[in-house]
């Protein structure tokens, strides 16, 4: 009798394979990637079957990943060998099976069983054709799932040594750096997992998407009008009725072919509120997801315009754009390519004002161009970086230049125009300008109408800006990431629109870098002009605390908050910055350092003088080292910042490398990973322990309170708690106004209270003037560049490229350095750009000076941005003449 031979692979059914079934993200972003093979090197975690393993590295910043399951248990469950996650979509099995409305289809418990179930899908040709992949996605996969590869899955195991407090080996450890996450998220299963039940990632995505915002009826009970945005030539009134006839007698379905939306009126408000309840961010028609609105007032249906405060983009009639792939192969949209607009290219104030002067172009040829770039690209695009704009009053304003114009040029006399004569501009949307809703990016504030404009903005109309419309922000500036509000919603990144142009003057740096304004700007808490300066690959400033007014601007934290330019170049930083600067009677900060008999900081008339002859050689530049040593930071990001210490050394510049912040009075030197203890956003080290100088939430309250109980003319929302109650804001805004509603009031006579004490806090809660830890990190901070004799400090904006639409970051840090220093210590900061990314997007280089010596850093980072010229146009945007794209720059 013939004996089977013991353990033989052929008969006993193990698995041997030449490939294996990974998905995008487990592969790497480098295809040539070296495997190791090993035939039956494991046995499967499901099976239990010994199968051929499959080991990589996915990246030099990367961990080794290796197969975990064997390909017939894959594709039982068309998902991925080594992360489990289904290969169509990228989401958990749980996810993925609720949204198909698929139950857990275990394998049987025993082995046998497994093997008789694969056995039986195998002769059936099952695995071969996955069950889960349908015509037509629900709408929940459509708004879960990932689209492109999240490599970031793939970093470095984190470190046990570091975790234990024993890791000796810094930045030359291969492992992260950082505390691993705690709660459900650690307790995950494989069988769980890849069965579909108990993944508590799972349950939190689908949490996260049942908590996704409801439209709340309006109050009038006679509105029974919804409003649907974003339609398109596609989309038909019949289409639409298709959609909601389902939930009630329609009395009209009226779609706006010019504006790209439509409004549909049902008989009933009963009708009206069911399909608001089934339809709220779920309606999808022909594959495109649409925006859908309650309108806020009966008149509005009557006369069938948009809810106030709902941009529509501006009049669409006329020429047809092109599409995004059209522009990327280098044709222009026909309503761009005529003589009549000017060659506007990377245009810079004073090029701007040479042209004019020589008669190339008139002021309201150059507002009206920039007009027309933003109805043909900003929203056809879907850009979405300019919410409104007041055409009226831009083209009456540029009337006016011309006819100053036309009367210099006649007399030869240029000096008579202002200095920022003709200077088309854009405002992030919580500065109040008269004529145009200051909404801070939320629905709470849609009808929010100012009665006089911000200080700042009569400033540069006086030195002849002409405002013409807002920017797109995120929601009351709370988001450093991404710039999303509930008015209008996600502002993408030029350099590639499937990322985000960081936040939250990300529609302001969005639209400078697209070149639908030749200037805009933003205000900075902690990052929001430096970040997205950097991710949109533009020049942005924040200047000292006190040295620009902030009154009339809906504040975030007035005790950090500063108001700062967007520009393409550092000379027109500059030069709006001498005509922003100065004493504004209504900031507490401006008073304290510029008030007075004698003013201890008396701000220049014009910055751009630093900049003439302003050269690297011989200065001394302080490298932050520790910023770009941090865990996690982008390999690409290190080596850009590398080639920016190099340019400035070919330039001669001295580098001052590892320069530190020196030994407080309380503690320890600064650190930027607070000695292996995470990312010092804002700490400062206090009798030995790292304080968090941002714990306190109390002064969004109070500067919110300030705000509307002063400036907003509609008297709907007097204060945070009311906006609060009224719930019409973005979910995400929700913790963070809870968080400081709840915060107690400071006293600064009685700080710190016991009770404070107690919990840990040590600093204040308010300028840094009041706060001892503040005053010290200004203190100690001067005293160290005084020391080492540095000019400025040099470190990356951000350790980690854009974001992409729609992902988050996990933990605290998401590679933004800008809330660091700057915020706590008041010291002016300008993010420069210094190259872009095998995807094209952009990285900035972060410049420091001591507070109030706005002249220097503008001087160094002139230079700097004159050796590098790392300003680079994203390519979706070209100025277009004739139909052709211009190869070169005007002024």
Avoid at 586 to 610: I, K
Avoid at 766 to 794: G, H, N, Q
Wanted: aromatic share 8%; hydrophobic share 40%.
């Amino acid at each position: 009798m013939a004996h089977r031979l013991l353990q033989d692979p052929e008969a006993d059914g193990w698995e041997r394979k030449d490939f294996p079934i990974i998905c995008e993200t487990c592969l790497g972003p480098n295809p040539y990637v070296r495997m190791q093979r090993m035939d039956y090197g494991s046995t499967c975690h499901i099976s239990g079957r010994p199968y051929t393993v499959f080991r990589w590295r996915p990246g030099n910043d990367a961990r080794y990943k290796k197969t975990i399951i064997c390909q017939e248990v894959a594709k039982a469950k068309n998902v991925c060998q080594c992360c489990l996650l289904d290969l169509d979509y990228n989401l958990p099995v749980q996810v993925r099976d609720e949204a198909l409305g698929m139950q857990a289809d275990q394998l049987p418990a025993s082995d046998a069983g497994k093997e008789y179930a694969l056995q039986r899908m195998s002769d059936a040709g099952e695995l071969d054709h996955s069950k889960f992949d349908t015509p037509t996605a629900p709408e929940l996969l459509v708004k879960l799932q990932r689209t492109t590869p999240y490599y970031k899955r793939n970093q470095a195991k984190i470190c046990s040594f570091f975790v234990k407090g024993m890791c000796k080996r810094g930045a030359e450890c291969p492992y992260r750096h950082e505390m691993p996450i705690e709660g459900p998220l650690s307790k995950q299963n494989i069988k769980d997992r890849y069965y579909g039940v108990n993944d508590p990632v799972a349950e939190k995505m689908l949490g996260r998407a049942a908590e996704m915002q409801k439209l709340t009826p309006p109050e009038d009970t006679s509105i029974a009008t919804l409003f649907v945005g974003g339609l398109g030539s596609e989309h038909s009134e019949a289409d639409l009725r298709d959609i909601f006839y389902t939930h009630g007698e329609l009395k009209s379905v009226k779609k706006l072919e010019s504006k790209g939306v439509a409004f549909v009126t049902f008989t009933t408000r009963q009708g009206a509120e069911a399909a608001a309840e089934a339809l709220s961010n779920r309606l999808i028609i022909k594959g495109q997801s649409l925006a859908l609105a309650l309108l806020l007032h009966a008149a509005a249906a009557q006369t069938q315009m948009p809810p106030s405060g709902i941009l529509y983009p501006p009049d669409s009639t006329g020429p047809a754009v092109v599409t995004v792939s059209q522009l990327e192969r280098g044709m222009c949209p026909p309503a761009l390519g005529s003589t009549a607009h000017p060659p506007v290219l990377e245009l810079s104030i004073a090029g701007a004002r040479i042209a004019m002067l020589a008669g190339r172009f008139t002021c309201t040829q150059l507002v009206q161009t920039y007009l027309d770039r933003i109805r043909v690209y900003d929203a056809p695009l879907g850009l979405n970086s300019v919410r409104a704009v007041d055409v009226e009053q831009a083209l009456a304003a540029a009337a006016t230049a011309d006819a100053q114009l036309a009367a210099a040029i006649a007399q030869g006399n240029d000096s008579s125009l202002a200095p920022l004569f003709c200077t088309p501009m854009l405002l992030k949307d919580n500065f109040d300008v008269v004529g145009l809703a200051t909404t801070a990016g939320s629905v709470a504030l849609a009808e929010n109408y100012p009665r006089t404009d911000a200080w700042v903005v009569r400033r540069l109309k006086a030195a002849g800006a002409i405002v013409f419309g807002k920017a797109n922000m995120g929601e009351f500036a709370l988001f450093p990431s991404f710039t999303l509000g509930s008015l209008a919603g996600f502002t993408r990144n030029p350099y590639h629109l499937h990322h985000s142009p960081a936040g939250s003057s990300g529609g302001s740096a969005a639209a400078v870098s697209a070149n639908l304004a030749l200037a805009a700007l933003g205000t900075d808490t902690g990052n929001s002009v430096r970040g997205p300066a950097s991710h949109a690959g533009v020049v942005g400033l924040r200047p000292s605390i006190g040295l620009v007014g902030r009154s009339g601007v809906v504040p975030l934290r007035l005790d950090r908050d500063a108001v700062g330019p967007l520009t393409r170049t550092v000379a027109d930083a500059a030069a709006l910055l001498g005509a922003m600067a100065g004493l504004d009677p209504g900031d507490e900060a401006s008073v304290h350092e510029l008030g007075g008999p004698a003013p201890a900081h008396a701000p220049p008339a014009d910055y751009t003088r630093f900049l003439r002859g302003a050269s690297l050689a011989g200065s001394r530049i302080g490298v932050l080292r520790s910023i770009l040593d941090l865990p996690g930071t982008d390999v690409q990001i290190r080596a850009m910042f590398n080639g920016a210490l190099y340019t400035m050394q070919a330039a001669g510049a001295m580098l001052v490398d590892n320069f530190t912040i020196a030994n407080n009075s309380l503690g320890e030197p600064w650190s930027a990973n607070r000695d292996g203890q995470g990312p010092a956003l804002g700490h400062w080290n206090v009798d030995g322990e790292w304080s968090d100088l941002w714990a306190c939430n109390s002064p969004f309250r109070s500067g919110m309170d300030g705000y509307l109980a002063s400036r907003n003319a509609s008297n709907v929302v007097r204060s945070l708690s009311a906006l609060y109650a009224g719930g019409d804001y973005h979910p995400l805004s929700r913790d963070s106004i809870l968080a400081s509603l709840q915060a107690p009031e400071p006293d600064p006579a009685a700080f710190p209270t016991t009770a404070q004490r107690l919990a840990g806090q040590r600093c204040g809660c308010s300028y840094w003037w009041d706060d001892p830890c503040r005053t010290e990190f200004r203190k100690r901070l001067i005293e160290s560049m005084d020391d080492a004799d540095v000019d400025v400090l040099a470190y990356p904006t951000w350790n980690s490229p854009p974001l992409k639409i729609g992902d988050s970051f996990t933990g605290y840090y998401d590679g933004n350095n800008s809330p660091m220093i700057s915020p706590q210590t008041g010291s002016p900061s300008i993010s420069v750009p210094m190259g872009l990314n095998t995807l094209g997007l952009p990285a900035g280089i972060t410049f420091l000076a001591r507070p109030f010596d706005e002249g220097t850093l503008l001087a160094m980072a002139h230079a700097y941005e004159q050796a590098s010229q790392l300003r680079a146009p994203p390519m979706l945007f070209p100025d277009c003449t004739g139909g052709s794209v211009l190869s070169q720059t005007a002024g």
